[in-house]
Protein backbone atom coordinates (compact mmCIF):
# COMPACT_ATOMS: atom_id res chain seq x y z
CA UNK A 1 0.00 0.00 0.00
CA UNK A 2 2.65 2.52 0.89
CA UNK A 3 6.40 2.44 1.29
CA UNK A 4 8.24 0.90 4.33
CA UNK A 5 9.64 3.58 4.91
CA UNK A 6 6.32 6.00 4.19
CA UNK A 7 2.58 6.34 5.49
CA UNK A 8 2.00 8.00 1.71
CA UNK A 9 -0.57 7.00 -0.49
CA UNK A 10 0.86 7.40 -3.61
CA UNK A 11 -2.45 7.64 -5.65
CA UNK A 12 -2.85 10.88 -3.64
CA UNK A 13 0.43 12.51 -4.95
CA UNK A 14 0.02 10.70 -8.19
CA UNK A 15 -3.45 12.60 -8.60
CA UNK A 16 -2.32 15.75 -7.07
CA UNK A 17 0.57 15.94 -9.26
CA UNK A 18 -1.46 15.70 -12.40
CA UNK A 19 -3.97 17.95 -11.23
CA UNK A 20 -1.50 20.41 -10.89
CA UNK A 21 0.41 19.82 -13.70
CA UNK A 22 -2.70 21.18 -15.40
CA UNK A 23 -2.39 24.24 -12.97
CA UNK A 24 0.89 24.92 -14.31
CA UNK A 25 0.05 24.35 -17.91
CA UNK A 26 -2.96 26.87 -17.35
CA UNK A 27 -0.75 29.51 -15.93
CA UNK A 28 1.44 29.49 -18.78
CA UNK A 29 -0.97 29.73 -21.54
CA UNK A 30 -2.89 32.19 -19.53
CA UNK A 31 0.31 34.51 -18.89
CA UNK A 32 0.89 34.26 -22.99
CA UNK A 33 -2.58 35.19 -23.90
CA UNK A 34 -3.53 38.04 -21.04
CA UNK A 35 0.00 39.09 -20.35
CA UNK A 36 1.68 38.80 -23.61
CA UNK A 37 -0.68 39.60 -25.99
CA UNK A 38 -0.50 35.88 -27.72
CA UNK A 39 -3.88 35.22 -29.87
CA UNK A 40 -5.19 32.32 -28.52
CA UNK A 41 -9.18 31.95 -29.39
CA UNK A 42 -8.94 28.31 -28.09
CA UNK A 43 -8.04 29.23 -25.50
CA UNK A 44 -10.45 32.05 -24.89
CA UNK A 45 -13.05 30.40 -25.80
CA UNK A 46 -13.19 27.79 -22.92
CA UNK A 47 -10.14 25.57 -22.72
CA UNK A 48 -8.58 27.74 -20.63
CA UNK A 49 -11.83 27.65 -18.36
CA UNK A 50 -12.59 23.73 -18.40
CA UNK A 51 -8.12 23.32 -17.91
CA UNK A 52 -8.65 25.92 -14.53
CA UNK A 53 -12.10 23.87 -13.11
CA UNK A 54 -10.33 20.78 -13.37
CA UNK A 55 -7.24 21.56 -12.24
CA UNK A 56 -8.23 24.01 -9.18
CA UNK A 57 -11.73 21.93 -8.01
CA UNK A 58 -9.41 18.85 -8.27
CA UNK A 59 -6.51 19.66 -6.06
CA UNK A 60 -9.10 21.44 -3.84
CA UNK A 61 -11.36 17.53 -3.64
CA UNK A 62 -7.34 16.26 -3.35
CA UNK A 63 -6.72 18.58 -0.80
CA UNK A 64 -9.86 17.36 1.24
CA UNK A 65 -8.83 13.83 0.76
CA UNK A 66 -5.39 14.43 2.19
CA UNK A 67 -6.82 16.05 5.34
CA UNK A 68 -7.75 12.53 6.64
CA UNK A 69 -3.57 12.12 6.96
CA UNK A 70 -2.89 15.50 8.78
CA UNK A 71 -1.36 15.35 12.58
CA UNK A 72 -3.26 18.40 13.06
CA UNK A 73 -5.05 19.89 10.15
CA UNK A 74 -5.38 23.13 12.50
CA UNK A 75 -1.75 23.82 12.00
CA UNK A 76 -1.22 22.83 8.77
CA UNK A 77 -4.34 25.02 7.41
CA UNK A 78 -3.11 28.07 9.76
CA UNK A 79 0.10 27.38 7.80
CA UNK A 80 -1.18 26.84 4.22
CA UNK A 81 -3.56 30.49 4.72
CA UNK A 82 -0.61 32.01 5.84
CA UNK A 83 1.77 30.83 2.50
CA UNK A 84 -1.45 32.58 0.47
CA UNK A 85 -1.17 35.69 2.61
CA UNK A 86 2.28 35.90 1.19
CA UNK A 87 1.33 35.49 -2.29
CA UNK A 88 -1.24 38.09 -1.56
CA UNK A 89 1.40 40.55 -0.46
CA UNK A 90 3.74 39.38 -2.72
CA UNK A 91 1.19 40.08 -5.75
CA UNK A 92 0.46 43.53 -4.06
CA UNK A 93 4.05 44.75 -4.44
CA UNK A 94 4.35 43.52 -8.25
CA UNK A 95 1.10 45.46 -8.56
CA UNK A 96 3.21 48.89 -8.11
CA UNK A 97 5.90 47.65 -10.96
CA UNK A 98 2.70 46.97 -13.45
CA UNK A 99 2.24 43.05 -13.22
CA UNK A 100 -1.42 42.53 -12.29
CA UNK A 101 -1.28 39.55 -10.82
CA UNK A 102 -2.77 40.47 -7.89
CA UNK A 103 -4.47 37.83 -5.64
CA UNK A 104 -6.91 38.46 -2.83
CA UNK A 105 -8.20 34.94 -1.80
CA UNK A 106 -6.94 32.06 -3.83
CA UNK A 107 -6.61 28.58 -3.91
CA UNK A 108 -4.29 28.05 -1.24
CA UNK A 109 -6.32 30.96 1.16
CA UNK A 110 -9.41 28.43 0.48
CA UNK A 111 -7.25 25.35 1.01
CA UNK A 112 -5.43 27.00 4.32
CA UNK A 113 -8.97 27.99 5.74
CA UNK A 114 -10.90 24.65 4.55
CA UNK A 115 -8.24 22.97 7.00
CA UNK A 116 -8.62 25.26 9.74
CA UNK A 117 -12.66 24.26 9.81
CA UNK A 118 -12.00 20.60 9.73
CA UNK A 119 -9.84 20.94 12.45
CA UNK A 120 -12.04 22.52 14.35
CA UNK A 121 -15.20 20.24 13.64
CA UNK A 122 -13.24 16.97 13.15
CA UNK A 123 -13.41 15.49 16.36
CA UNK A 124 -16.73 16.26 18.08
CA UNK A 125 -18.76 16.92 14.65
CA UNK A 126 -17.47 15.68 11.12
CA UNK A 127 -16.04 12.10 12.53
CA UNK A 128 -19.76 11.15 13.88
CA UNK A 129 -20.92 11.50 10.35
CA UNK A 130 -21.48 8.60 8.45
CA UNK A 131 -18.73 9.05 5.40
CA UNK A 132 -20.96 8.07 2.34
CA UNK A 133 -24.07 10.87 4.11
CA UNK A 134 -21.09 13.62 4.44
CA UNK A 135 -19.59 13.06 0.86
CA UNK A 136 -23.42 13.12 -0.45
CA UNK A 137 -24.42 16.25 1.63
CA UNK A 138 -21.03 17.96 0.85
CA UNK A 139 -21.92 17.65 -3.07
CA UNK A 140 -25.30 18.69 -2.78
CA UNK A 141 -23.88 21.96 -0.60
CA UNK A 142 -21.05 22.84 -3.15
CA UNK A 143 -24.06 22.41 -6.27
CA UNK A 144 -26.39 24.43 -4.02
CA UNK A 145 -24.29 27.19 -3.35
CA UNK A 146 -21.91 27.40 -6.48
CA UNK A 147 -23.77 30.11 -7.94
CA UNK A 148 -23.31 32.40 -5.02
CA UNK A 149 -20.83 34.83 -6.81
CA UNK A 150 -23.86 35.49 -9.18
CA UNK A 151 -26.10 36.17 -6.41
CA UNK A 152 -28.06 33.23 -6.14
CA UNK A 153 -28.24 29.40 -5.04
CA UNK A 154 -29.96 26.73 -6.84
CA UNK A 155 -28.36 24.07 -8.77
CA UNK A 156 -25.05 25.23 -10.32
CA UNK A 157 -25.92 27.81 -12.72
CA UNK A 158 -29.50 27.08 -12.43
CA UNK A 159 -31.33 29.98 -9.81
CA UNK A 160 -33.52 29.30 -7.08
CA UNK A 161 -33.32 32.01 -4.84
CA UNK A 162 -31.83 34.85 -5.45
CA UNK A 163 -29.79 36.08 -2.49
CA UNK A 164 -30.60 39.52 -0.97
CA UNK A 165 -28.27 42.87 -3.11
CA UNK A 166 -26.59 44.08 0.05
CA UNK A 167 -24.96 41.27 0.52
CA UNK A 168 -22.58 42.40 -2.48
CA UNK A 169 -22.56 46.24 -1.72
CA UNK A 170 -19.60 45.77 1.42
CA UNK A 171 -16.09 45.00 0.31
CA UNK A 172 -14.46 42.66 2.41
CA UNK A 173 -17.19 40.00 1.64
CA UNK A 174 -15.66 38.24 -1.14
CA UNK A 175 -13.96 35.42 0.34
CA UNK A 176 -17.31 34.67 1.07
CA UNK A 177 -18.24 34.61 -2.41
CA UNK A 178 -19.73 37.79 -2.00
CA UNK A 179 -18.59 39.48 -4.77
CA UNK A 180 -18.39 43.48 -5.25
CA UNK A 181 -18.60 44.91 -8.96
CA UNK A 182 -15.37 46.44 -8.80
CA UNK A 183 -14.17 43.54 -7.57
CA UNK A 184 -10.86 41.52 -9.36
CA UNK A 185 -8.51 39.01 -8.38
CA UNK A 186 -5.67 36.89 -10.35
CA UNK A 187 -7.09 33.59 -8.35
CA UNK A 188 -10.22 33.62 -6.93
CA UNK A 189 -11.44 30.75 -4.80
CA UNK A 190 -14.06 31.92 -2.09
CA UNK A 191 -15.73 29.93 0.87
CA UNK A 192 -18.70 29.41 -1.22
CA UNK A 193 -19.07 26.86 -2.86
CA UNK A 194 -15.30 25.65 -2.50
CA UNK A 195 -15.12 25.04 1.25
CA UNK A 196 -17.72 22.05 0.33
CA UNK A 197 -15.52 20.69 -2.15
CA UNK A 198 -12.69 20.19 0.31
CA UNK A 199 -14.99 18.54 2.54
CA UNK A 200 -16.70 16.28 -0.11
CA UNK A 201 -13.06 14.88 -0.33
CA UNK A 202 -12.39 14.75 3.12
CA UNK A 203 -16.20 12.14 3.47
CA UNK A 204 -14.96 10.56 0.11
CA UNK A 205 -11.32 9.08 1.00
CA UNK A 206 -13.66 7.88 4.59
CA UNK A 207 -16.17 6.24 2.26
CA UNK A 208 -14.01 4.64 -0.31
CA UNK A 209 -12.25 1.52 -0.04
CA UNK A 210 -9.96 1.12 -2.83
CA UNK A 211 -7.27 -2.39 -3.29
CA UNK A 212 -3.74 -1.64 -2.57
CA UNK A 213 -2.67 -1.98 -6.30
CA UNK A 214 -4.56 0.94 -6.67
CA UNK A 215 -3.20 2.87 -3.39
CA UNK A 216 -0.05 2.14 -4.23
CA UNK A 217 0.39 3.31 -8.04
CA UNK A 218 2.91 5.84 -9.01
CA UNK A 219 4.89 7.49 -11.75
CA UNK A 220 7.87 8.73 -10.03
CA UNK A 221 8.54 12.53 -11.91
CA UNK A 222 4.60 13.23 -11.46
CA UNK A 223 4.39 12.14 -7.61
CA UNK A 224 7.31 13.69 -6.94
CA UNK A 225 5.33 16.76 -8.03
CA UNK A 226 2.78 15.92 -6.18
CA UNK A 227 4.64 15.89 -2.55
CA UNK A 228 6.36 19.35 -3.23
CA UNK A 229 2.80 21.53 -5.07
CA UNK A 230 3.08 23.71 -1.82
CA UNK A 231 6.38 24.92 -2.73
CA UNK A 232 5.59 24.34 -6.61
CA UNK A 233 2.53 26.25 -6.47
CA UNK A 234 4.17 29.54 -4.76
CA UNK A 235 7.21 29.49 -7.09
CA UNK A 236 6.25 28.06 -10.42
CA UNK A 237 4.37 31.73 -11.67
CA UNK A 238 6.95 33.75 -10.95
CA UNK A 239 9.25 31.58 -12.91
CA UNK A 240 6.62 31.22 -15.64
CA UNK A 241 6.35 35.27 -16.14
CA UNK A 242 10.16 35.24 -15.37
CA UNK A 243 10.91 32.88 -18.54
CA UNK A 244 8.10 33.93 -20.68
CA UNK A 245 9.50 37.52 -20.48
CA UNK A 246 13.06 36.37 -20.88
CA UNK A 247 11.93 34.73 -24.47
CA UNK A 248 9.91 37.41 -25.47
CA UNK A 249 12.73 40.19 -24.60
CA UNK A 250 15.31 38.08 -26.85
CA UNK A 251 12.56 37.97 -29.51
CA UNK A 252 11.64 41.26 -29.88
Not at 169 to 184: A, D, M, Q, R
Request: charge should be positive.
Amino acid sequence: MTDKNSNRYHIIDLLRGLLFIAVVIYHALFDLVYMFGVNLPWFSGGVGRILQIVGACGLILISGMSSNFSRSNLKRGAKVFMYGMALTVGTLVLEAFGIELFIWFGVLHLIGVSGIVVGALEDKFLSRIPSAVGAAVSALLFAFTYGVSDGFVGLFKVPLIKLPTYLYSHPGLEWLGFVTKTFSSGDFFPIFPNLFLFLAGYFLWKAIKLPDKILSAKLAPVNFVGRHTLVIYILHQPVIYGILWLVFLCIS
